[in-house]
């Protein structure tokens, strides 16, 4: 039962564009989500995150957007970078829990 | 300050031997989290320790997996038997109690392939 879903496995952007992300859930009890940014043989660092309370939240070039009511966030990164290659993965916790559910994960490829 | 140590960094071992994976948090870090990933998917937390106390093992596979946390320090993840599907790499993080929950710091990983 996959509660975290990002239904594109890969995504390949130019340099200097918009890259968008995304990622559905199904568990409404979900109220803070997180994302993730993994480079080859490292682990997961912290990117940006939101609460339930809000629907966007801005970090620098990073962007989430929450849509509650179909249960869906996007990260958009304006403008996309080379540096910006990895796999990004969504995560949600649950009031009152510090566990996180992670999703499956997208390749970002940022071509000059 | 350091960072979450791991080791070793991959491991390849041969289905139904015993394999062991050692985690080193950050100093100070009371709570210490073991993931599995599994190719092609996101990391699913095995063990979450509460300095020397386990918090939740609900996803550790019990018959086969073990986790320990002595001195509430450093902790190892052990398989015995272990079986094909247990080829992934296996995350230790940790953070602080109480802080935030994007505040748990991941390792560099133990990739395992069993053959």
């Known amino acids: 039962d996959q509660q975290v879903k990002q239904n594109s496995p890969s995504l390949s952007v130019q340099e200097g564009r918009i890259s968008i992300l995304n990622c559905d859930y199904t568990?409404?009890?979900?109220?803070?989500f997180l994302w993730y940014k993994k480079y080859p043989a490292e682990g997961p660092t912290f990117l940006i995150s939101i609460s339930s309370i809000k629907d966007k939240n801005e970090d620098g070039r990073f962007t989430v957007f929450l849509n509650k009511s179909a249960k869906h966030l996007s990260l958009h990164i304006v403008p996309s970078q080379p540096g910006d290659s990895a796999v990004y993965f969504c995560a949600a916790s649950a009031l009152g829990t510090d566990k996180l559910i992670f999703g499956t994960g997208t390749r970002l490829q940022v071509f000059p | 300050e350091a960072g979450v140590a791991q080791s070793p960094r991959y491991k390849i071992i041969e289905k139904r031997q015993s394999v062991a994976f050692w985690c080193n948090p950050i100093?100070?870090?009371?709570?210490l989290y073991w993931y599995q990933q599994i190719l092609g998917q996101g990391p699913k937390l095995l063990i979450q320790?509460?300095?020397?106390?386990?918090?939740?093992d609900s996803q550790l596979p019990k018959d086969r997996f073990s986790a320990e946390r002595l001195k509430g320090v450093d902790s190892t993840l052990k398989i015995q038997p272990a079986k094909l599907e247990d080829s992934a790499v296996y995350l230790c993080a940790s953070s602080l109690p109480g802080t935030l929950i994007y505040e748990q710091y991941f390792g560099p990983g133990t990739r395992l392939t069993v053959t």
């Open positions: 568990n409404s009890m979900f109220d803070y």
């Open positions: 100093s100070g870090h009371a709570t």
């Open positions: 320790f509460q300095n020397n106390g386990v918090v939740d």
